[in-house]
């Protein structure tokens, strides 16, 4: 954003300041209209939307904290500073409550000004670029299907396609690994344009402590605790009209508990150290793997808000419970993985299909995706056998994995860790060559000659 496409609202009672303050951001090159009260600053905030509003605090007709409250309801995205004479440690705090960005204290000169809303206007475009940023992430994620022909999966898909255009929250319930996320994906991917147009965005309630989840979803005002340097908008605002997944929402705090229940029940919130609410337009989508009526029964999980997120619920089968679905799913992970890791033509012996049906996949389909990725790299020929996968009920993997080695010759066993391990390692590094020969400790030349040897394909 140049400064010519940067609007600035001037608001004070003395000419001379907004004609000063005027002349000093015009010659910057920015679009400015200026205002001699407060009634005429939320007027004209209302009709410009400008990107910054510079206000006086004390304006005969409206004090400069009024008007910024009426200019952040008429347009949310309008960030303010203010103007005053009267800056005591009270008022700066205040003003940060209500939503200011900063304050300006009189009288100033000229290259302070200019340097005042130099950095503001950065703060802001820095802001819109985060969020322009994350919504091109999301638009252009490429989508994983959901791959199944199980009656049970079939079931849970047709409550998929009939409560997509709605905009019922919606609880997805089912065991760690059964495809929960895709599900909600594809319940925000079909929905209305309207509300596919808004992005996705995902929290895991259970990752984060009480505090950090409260910010990450409503956000904080400026001062709002001591690091707090910086006013920033939660996924509450950032979702807009799209779609705000809640994983994990049984281990969400009572207090948290509380205040969700107040979004779903009012359509508004308040950020952490706000006093203003702004309202919330998103859809919700909650999951768990836990019984929340059973939680609801043993104190552990408010019954309000369990109602209020059983409005509709789909259920995902374990993948014990698809058995059909187990070979579908591990063609379409082998596949995947045997182009990522280089080893196309991959296939699975009779013996080794038969193992994976056998197998009860405590984790699911998580756990099935992880075995294949193991399996194809560690695989000895074109064809995958039973031994290979590792299956065993004690679900001691990792023992017989060591085993399987240990029954190799020296040098092929160090050839099977190190292409593992350069893998793995290449895989957390994005495929960066050069972060992935700082994390292990080798010059890149050496590690690209490896990376050539064990038909790895890295991305820079």
Known sequence: MNAAQCRVLVADDEASIVSFVRKALTDEGYVVCTASGGHDAVELATREQPHLALLDLMMPDMSGLDALKLIREASPSTRVMIITAFATAETAVEAMKQGALDYIIKPFSLEEIKLQVRRALAEIELSRENYALKEELERTRPERPIIGESAALKKALEMVEKLAPDAATVLIVGETGTGKE????????????????????????????????????????????????????????????????????????????????????????????????????????????????????????????????????????????????????????????????????????????????????????????????????????????????????????????????CSLPHSEARDIFERFYIAKVLKSCGGNITRTAERIGIDRKNLEDKIKKHGLKPTG
């Open 182 to 405: 895709l599900v909600a994906r594809a319940l925000h991917r079909k929905g209305t344009a309207r509300r596919k147009g808004g992005p996705f965005l995902a929290v895991n309630c259970g990752a984060l402590s009480e505090s950090l989840l409260e910010r990450e979803l409503f956000g904080h005002e400026k001062g709002a605790f001591t690091s707090a340097d910086s006013c920033r908008e939660g996924l509450l605002e950032a979702v807009g009209e799209g779609t705000l997944f809640l994983d994990e929402i049984a281990e969400m705090s009572p207090n948290l508990q509380v205040k969700l229940l107040r979004v779903l029940d009012g359509n508004e919130y308040m950020r952490v150290g706000g006093t203003r609410p702004l309202k919330c337009h998103a859809r919700f989508i909650a999951a768990t793997n836990k019984e929340l009526g059973s939680l609801v029964k043993e104190g552990k999980f408010r019954q309000d808000l369990y109602y209020r997120l059983n409005v509709v619920t789909v259920t995902l089968p374990p993948l014990r419970d698809r058995e059909r679905d187990v070979h579908l799913l591990a063609d379409c992970f082998l596949e995947r993985s045997s182009r990522a890791h280089g080893r196309t033509g991959l296939t699975f012996a009779p013996a080794a299909r038969d193992a994976l049906s056998a197998y009860q996949w405590p984790g699911n389909i998580r756990e099935l995706e992880n075995v294949i990725e193991r399996v194809t790299m560690l695989a000895k020929g074109p064809v995958v056998e039973a031994a290979d996968l590792m299956l065993e009920s004690t679900g001691k993997a990792e023992n017989l994995m060591l085993e399987a080695w």
